[in-house]
């Protein structure tokens, strides 16, 4: 299909209400209307050159969009719906938009995912990621669009056809934050960084509670162990997930499980900090200067101890369990 022609949109119209989705080719050629060039002008309503039947036709396909997500349809026609940052365009998509915000686009409910260097070389469909090198440290790789539904987008490579939601369903989440301790998702993304080694952690930091503590605390357990990381943004519900690979999961559970307070009494011991902030941060006050660098650094060598010993534990227990012989003797 090439052209822009409002007939043609409302022939697919008709195809969405009676066959119930379109094709991925359709899908592609609404989103091409949305060039830089028919932004400026077929779809701008103070420019010469605006093309009102156009935008009405658009009108009406995002009308029917947001009617077949509301009815828990899903497929190709998803991926028509693009987030601009121009507001007249979100006018266009209005219905579509709050659709997507109530009841999703896919089973995947997330728009952006970003992978350390481990998760990413093994990936056969490298050429969705871009790459992000904000230090001198250790890069990060990230899929994002202003197109909906995008990690559910089918590529194909060598034959075989992927999606970087595939990806996502294969990982298991680590922990899900956002508000109302990080309302704009800046210390989830600060705490991804130290967690793939992307940043270091600051050495001294005002702290609000021990909501920031925990979470690089967290961040820097995963680093100390070189646990693969990979996060994933809702960003329309403003929700962050850490992820790792499914065998690494019961050493951050068992680190999860460790009490806070036991955390902040072994910084005193090793004179982190002293019992008076220890007390405070128990108790969620906010503290000047924390030593957030060595706290999270000596309770990451902390927990790694614990852990390790759990894991020992539990490979005995296994080990016993499934020795008949030896269970023999005891009875």
């Known amino acids: 299909m090439t052209g822009m022609t409002e007939s043609s949109i409302y022939e697919l119209i008709q195809k969405l209400e009676t066959q119930g989705d379109i094709t991925l080719k359709e899908a592609d050629w609404i989103y091409s209307l949305f060039s830089d060039d028919a932004i400026y002008t077929a779809l701008n309503p103070i420019s010469p050159k605006f093309n009102d039947e156009l935008s009405k036709a658009l009108k009406d396909w995002y009308k029917i969009v947001a009617q077949k997500i509301e009815e828990g349809h899903r497929g190709n026609f998803i991926f028509t719906i693009i987030f601009s940052e121009y507001a007249y365009i979100n006018k266009l998509l209005f219905p579509a938009h709050q659709a997507i915000k109530k009841y999703g686009a896919f089973d995947v409910p997330y728009d952006v995912l970003m992978v350390d260097e481990k998760i990413y070389s093994s990936l056969p469909f490298k050429h969705l990621f871009t790459k992000v090198n904000n230090s001198q440290l250790k890069p990060y790789y990230k899929i994002s669009s202003n ?39 800046a210390l989830s993304m600060a705490a991804f960084n130290v967690a793939l080694g992307a940043h270091e952690i600051v050495e001294k930091l005002f702290i609000f509670g021990k909501y920031e503590v925990k979470l690089f605390t967290l961040a820097a357990f995963m680093r100390y162990e070189d646990i693969p990381c990979a996060a994933a943004v809702d960003t329309y519900n403003n929700k962050f997930t850490i992820f790792t690979e499914k065998d690494r999961i019961p050493i951050v559970k068992h680190a999860l499980e460790i009490p806070f307070e036991e955390l902040a009494q072994k910084a005193v011991k090793e004179k982190v900090f002293d019992k008076q902030m220890a007390k405070e941060l128990i108790n969620d006050y906010p503290i000047v200067n924390f030593p957030m660098k060595n706290f999270a650094e000596a309770s990451a060598k902390y927990i790694d101890g614990i852990v390790q010993k759990r894991l020992e534990w539990q490979t005995e227990r296994r080990r016993v369990e499934y020795e008949p012989e030896w269970l023999e003797e005891i009875r």
């Open 147 to 185: 197109r909906a539904g995008i990690l559910c987008y089918p590529v194909e490579v060598d034959g075989n056809i992927y999606t970087a939601s595939e990806l996502i369903k294969r990982l298991s989440p680590v922990i899900t934050l956002g508000p109302p301790e990080d309302a704009n998702l």
